[in-house]
């Protein structure tokens, strides 16, 4: 065997204890109450053990489990962990089984992938003779069962599955990652199979776990194989992309179960698509049949991996040319992914976010080609808000794209490229400050905005009172008088009121701050809302005296008298075809000649309409809506 250094060992091996102390704290997640209450009674004894195994074999230790009590361990004879015969009279048998009751099943698996100056059956003895000797020391009741990592391996192999199962009823005392892959993979094995044992043909463990590199954060890779050849209600590939998307619902859940953080990747594969591969002697399958261990198999695994052994899987001809192209290939791709970075990636790199600064300045995004033109025009010549350097830049960008894309340059150098993301990185920071530049200038421009809509929206509500006229330098006192000591306005509209007014002092002072801006439109936005609200119910109230409601038949009816004009509504219920016409108002009160109208231009006339403060009917009206609705039509008061 050739010997590991134990000096060299250390540093991992003391890393290894501390990573898998802290994921084997004293209570174990999902383990069984039993086994639970004696990992907490136990942890000082095995804690012991287990640095006193590791001081001694460091790294060739990569897994400690305490097992279940010996009662559980039957099924287990025929993977070496023997049940002891039990003699003697039945008191005997009895007191002998109280006796294992405080028996502690320590399993110890030994790397021995690297032995070469021993064979297997003496390395196993040489480490099963020390490690109870340890045990012994410690404590007398500890019972280790030493088996060698390609034994368990081996198990699988033969189809003994046995010893997989008790590793993952274990609990963990010290694991490089092969116990926790054991234990998670025979849990998803089992969710996978009951779901879908009609299909599974085969469940293989791959990776770095099979090939003694784990550590305890390694992925947990598996191989499932589909039999694909009695699939008649689906394809293929609808099968596989079905049974794959449960599959790895099934290995989050695993996962949570067993509380294993590491990932479990499962890959699933159809059996045709095997054979193909097979077939064809591909890389990723010698690789799943080299390192593979198969934790179930229906006789399809092995007989491939025996194949391997023996040589007799050899990749075709066409297969190897195959493999021999992909060098040049390859080189074409990169290549062309120069270009491709060249041509698209570095130019939307800086151009989008051109654009972007050109419509948040307020205009539509140009043309690529035109971008440069737009961005120098506005914010170099315009507004002094960029430098002509970071154009240029971008020119440069959209030449280069166009020289490819035209064929004109054939290639692009690395140098080249490297040059062109160092451009882009360049200008992207230099454009980010520019958005600043532009937020703050639109910030200072919304004030404006908020002032003008504020002060028009007071004078329409004071036109509404009666004020025809105001400056000003007027209205807020006039706000006040009119509406905030009626009562008609809180008074706490007051006070938004002179913050946006004092707000636009410090504009005008140039001494405006971000703040000052967000005070104005948080201020702004409820009076704004509160005087839109308040115009609206007023005019509502209002346009009900130009109103007249009638009643022809089971109908209602409706008359709106405007200044110059009528709009008649022959029936108010009806929705979805209501009938609308419109009729001028004559000199003595009457309707002229009804004309066919809709709910549209009724709509913009009521937006222009002044409203009177009273509504006067004239007897022509009344004769004239008997023409219009009838003899018997009735005129509803107080509706």
């Not at 195994?53 to 400690?64: E, N, R, S, T």
């Not at 599959?247 to 949570?256: H, L, P, R, W």
């Not at 002032?451 to 025809?468: N, P």
């Not at 000003?472 to 913050?499: C, H, M, W």
């Amino acid at each position: 065997m050739a010997k590991k250094s134990s000096k060299s060992s250390k540093p991992i091996k003391q890393k290894s204890i501390k990573t898998v102390e802290e994921k084997i704290p004293v209570s174990m997640p999902n383990l069984p109450p039993e086994l639970e209450k004696k990992l907490k009674s136990l942890k000082d004894k095995l804690d012991t053990f287990k640095k006193k195994v590791l001081d001694k074999f460091g790294d060739y230790i990569v897994g400690i489990s305490l097992l279940p009590p010996e009662k559980q361990l039957k099924e287990a004879d025929k993977s070496g962990l023997k049940e002891r015969p039990k003699e003697g009279s039945e008191e005997a048998v009895k007191e002998a089984e109280k006796a294992d009751e405080n028996k502690i099943h320590v399993l110890v698996i030994v790397d021995d992938t690297t032995s070469q100056k021993m064979t297997k059956d003496e390395l196993h003895n040489k480490f099963s003779s020390i490690i109870k000797k340890i045990a012994e020391e410690t404590d007398k009741n500890i019972l280790p069962q030493s088996v060698l990592m390609t034994d368990v391996w081996q198990n699988s192999y033969d189809g003994k599955y046995d010893l997989n199962k008790m590793i993952s009823l274990g609990a963990p005392i010290h694991d490089t990652g092969i116990l926790a892959a054991v234990k998670i993979t025979e849990v998803h094995k089992s969710m996978v199979i009951q779901k879908f044992e009609k299909y599974i043909l085969s469940y293989v463990l791959m990776g770095s776990i099979t090939r003694g590199q784990a550590t305890p954060t390694s992925d947990i890779d598996v191989w499932i194989i589909i039999d694909d050849t009695d699939v008649k209600k689906m394809s293929r590939a609808e099968l596989k992309d079905k049974l794959r998307a449960i599959i790895a619902g099934m290995a989050i859940e695993a996962g949570e179960i067993t509380g294993i953080k590491n990932k479990l990747s499962c890959q699933v594969h159809i059996l045709t698509d095997v054979w193909d591969s097979l077939k064809e002697a591909n890389p990723v399958v010698f690789t799943f049949l080299r390192d593979g261990v198969p934790f179930y198999d229906r006789g399809i695994f092995m007989p491939w991996k025996q194949l391997l052994r023996m040589g007799r899987i050899k990749p075709s001809r066409e297969a190897i040319d195959l493999f021999m192209s992909t060098g040049d290939q390859s080189l074409k791709r990169v290549k062309l992914k120069l270009k491709d970075m060249g041509m698209e990636d570095t130019f939307y790199a800086i151009l989008t976010p051109s654009q972007a600064a050109i419509m948040l300045y307020g205009l539509p995004p140009p043309t690529p080609h035109e971008t440069p033109d737009v961005l120098e025009e506005i914010f170099v010549k315009k507004e002094k808000m960029l430098e002509k350097e970071y154009v240029e830049i971008l020119r440069k960008n959209v030449e280069v794209r166009k020289s490819i894309e035209h064929g004109s340059k054939k290639e692009l150098t690395g140098t080249e490229l490297d040059q062109l993301i160092n451009d882009a990185e360049k200008f992207l920071e230099r454009i980010k400050e520019l958005f600043k530049s532009i937020e703050e200038m639109h910030n200072q421009k919304s004030v404006l905005f908020l002032y003008d809509e504020i002060m028009t929206i007071i004078r329409d509500v004071l036109k509404m009172e009666g004020i025809e006229k105001a400056q000003d330098e007027q209205l807020t006192q006039l706000f006040e008088d009119e509406l905030i000591s009626t009562g008609k306005v809180p008074a706490r509209y007051l006070r938004d009121l002179n913050e946006i007014i004092e707000v636009k002092h410090k504009y005008d002072n140039n001494k405006l701050t971000k703040n000052d801006v967000e005070k104005a439109r948080k201020g702004s936005s409820g009076l704004i809302r509160f005087l839109v609200e308040y115009m609206q119910r007023k005019r509502g109230r209002e346009l009900e005296r130009t109103k007249i409601r009638v009643k022809h038949g089971e109908k209602f009816g409706e008359v709106i008298l405007m200044d110059k004009v009528a709009f008649i509504i022959h029936d108010i219920d009806d929705k979805e075809e209501q009938r609308i016409e419109k009729a001028a108002i004559k000199e003595n009160g009457g309707l002229g000649p009804a004309q066919k109208s809709s709910l549209e231009e009724l709509e913009k006339e009521l937006v222009k309409m002044k409203f009177p403060a009273k509504v006067f009917i004239k007897q022509p009206l009344f004769e004239d809506l008997k023409s219009v609705f009838g003899r018997d039509v009735e005129v509803l008061m107080h509706y």
